[in-house]
């Protein structure tokens, strides 16, 4: 299995500009999460879904922020417009749900995302 | 609400010399505890979990951790640090009334001394 494959890597756009982060879960997995990593907040929980329906989206910072994940195999996170704070890195995450229970994720590579 | 507190946000062993890592949590209800390990650039990777089986748990690359209910930690040991052992550790919970919902701490960045 290839892994959490998110893309682009690196993205740099300029402030009042559309972003859209895109990630494919693993194969099979049934709940994806969207993580946002920086220095001063660390790693904060934005959004999770599980069977492709959101389940919890309080982490979501603004109304400029939005996610979707149209089937099992594809998410997306948008920003629009974008500002610098939103400069982060973006992580997704997926996992298999298995009953009451967690055993982890697996981490995509991220996308190091500078707004300017 | 579940947290995570981590002591220490960097810390420096030798090579060969025991690596402690600290995590202390604080859940209402029995928790689903992680450690997650961050090398420069990448995402991140699970070393551990304790899902409420033994409370002494092996992961990958020679860690381990031991879940104590009384004082509430799961602290991260490895009996003999390698230079490849230099990254960021995470530690991480999650409880059974919101299984999907993991809660991250802050981390710690730990160094290997040659």
């Known amino acids: 299995d290839a892994g959490v494959i998110q893309s682009p890597r690196h993205e740099v756009t300029e402030m009042g500009q559309e972003v859209t982060l895109r990630c494919k879960p693993i194969s099979g997995h049934n709940s994806l999460f969207w993580y946002r990593q920086t220095m001063m907040r660390g790693l904060e929980l934005l959004i999770y879904f599980n069977n492709n329906v959101p389940i919890d989206d309080s982490g979501m910072p603004e109304d400029r922020f939005s996610a979707k994940m149209p089937n099992a195999s594809f998410s997306t996170l948008k920003i629009q417009p974008s500002e610098p704070r939103d400069s982060a890195v973006y992580f997704c995450a997926s996992s298999l749900r298995q009953g009451p229970a967690n055993y982890g994720y697996t981490f995509g590579s991220g996308t190091r995302l500078t707004v300017v | ?114």
């Open chain 2, 1 to 114: 609400a579940q947290s995570v507190t981590q002591l220490g946000s960097h810390v420096s062993v030798s090579e060969g010399a025991l690596v402690l890592l600290r995590c202390n949590y604080s859940s209402s209800v029995p928790p689903y505890l992680f450690w997650y390990v961050q090398y420069p650039n990448q995402g991140l990777q699970l070393l551990l979990k304790y899902t409420s089986a033994a409370t002494l748990v092996k992961g990958i690359n020679g860690f381990e951790a031991e879940f104590k209910k009384s004082e509430t930690s799961f602290h991260l040991t490895k009996p003999s640090a390698h230079m490849s052992d230099a990254a960021e550790y995470f530690c991480a919970v999650s409880d059974k009334t919101s299984y999907d919902k993991v809660i991250f701490g802050p981390g710690t960045s730990l160094s290997v001394i040659p």
